[in-house]
């Protein structure tokens, strides 16, 4: 196992594997990792010649009245799981070595950002695509993998590399969950044994939600409103509850295949979300 610090010893090494001809696959993470990620690992594993994870708890994507500070942090267990699913490289830096004082140059995605975590969240995709970009350019990968329970940040990612040309494949990989079927998340050692029961309504509710939209098309208003009814009722506090095409990332119209039901709600102080992708 490599761990790296610093941008530029990180960058050194992996022009030096590109032109020894091989193949490097990344997966992008904030740490604390846990079996969700951990499933991404072995996906890359199955793709690449050379694993390599970043660990980093992104600033820019926090805005000041959130949990940047208190964000869990396990540098060493990170290590030791990377090391168990065949991880070859841990790029880990601190703040001040991923942006210099004066950094003025953003990278922002103004269409598929703006709905769901984007209304709610407006700088966070900003500071997504930047740091995933910087990462994209240190790590040189040709494949990246990203977890869809943050389907809208993959599809964000997706985008960005669509547009600016970067020579990476994006793998969408599915969302993960706990056997009482809480996706899994740092955030989730937030929660109490009571908070944690009650949050099982987000997920409770999105499959409802989708029952009824696959059975009746005409009913998705309906049956979003009686998703966010349930999450409340469960003591939630509900961010946005909505449905979405997953190519346009607006409300879905008679063209529209595939969609996603969406939620976002606080459960005492921690925000969760979710989602179900389906067919029409």
């Known amino acids: 196992m490599k761990i790296f610090k610093t941008r530029r010893e990180f960058q050194q090494y992996a022009l030096e594997l590109k032109r020894s001809g091989k193949s490097i696959a990344l997966v992008p993470t904030m740490g604390f990792l846990h079996d969700g990620h ?3 690992i072995d996906i890359a594993r199955q793709k690449a ?9 992104n600033p ?8 940047f500070d208190r964000y869990p942090r396990d540098f060493d267990g ?27 140059v953003w990278v922002e995605e103004i269409r598929l950002s ?31 993998v990203f977890g ?26 599915p969302l993960v969950r706990d056997a009482d079927g809480l996706a899994l998340s740092s955030r989730n050692r937030y929660l109490s044994a009571d908070e944690r029961s009650r949050a ?6 999105l ?25 409340t009722a469960s003591g939630g506090r509900v961010d946005y509850v909505d449905i979405l095409d997953c190519r346009t990332m607006e409300y879905p119209t008679s063209k529209s295949t595939q969609v996603i039901v969406a939620a976002a709600a606080f459960f005492g102080t921690t925000r969760l979300i979710d989602n179900e992708i389906f067919d029409l």
Request: glycine content about 2%; overall charge negative; charged content about 25%.
């Open 49 to 57: 010649d050379v694993v390599m994870v970043s660990i980093f708890v």
């Open 114 to 144: 703006k709905p769901l975590c984007g209304r709610s969240r407006p700088t966070f995709y900003r500071g997504v695509t930047t740091v995933v970009a910087k990462l994209f350019l240190l790590a040189q990968p040709d494949y990246a």
């Open 60 to 67: 820019t994507q926090f805005a000041p009245n959130e949990d």
């Open 78 to 104: 990170d290590v030791a799981k990377c090391i168990d699913h065949g991880a070859d490289v841990i790029f880990a830096p601190e703040p001040g070595e991923m942006y210099d004082e004066d950094a003025s």
């Open 38 to 40: 951990m499933s991404l």
């Open 148 to 173: 869809l329970k943050d389907a809208q940040q993959c599809f964000v990612i997706q985008k960005m590399v669509r547009d600016l040309d970067f020579p990476i494949e994006i793998i969408p990989a």
């Open 200 to 205: 099982l309504s987000i997920h409770q509710s």
């Open 207 to 231: 499959l409802a939600a989708k029952t009824e939209i696959v059975a009746n098309r005409e009913s998705m208003d309906e049956a979003l409103e009686r998703a966010r009814a349930v999450i």
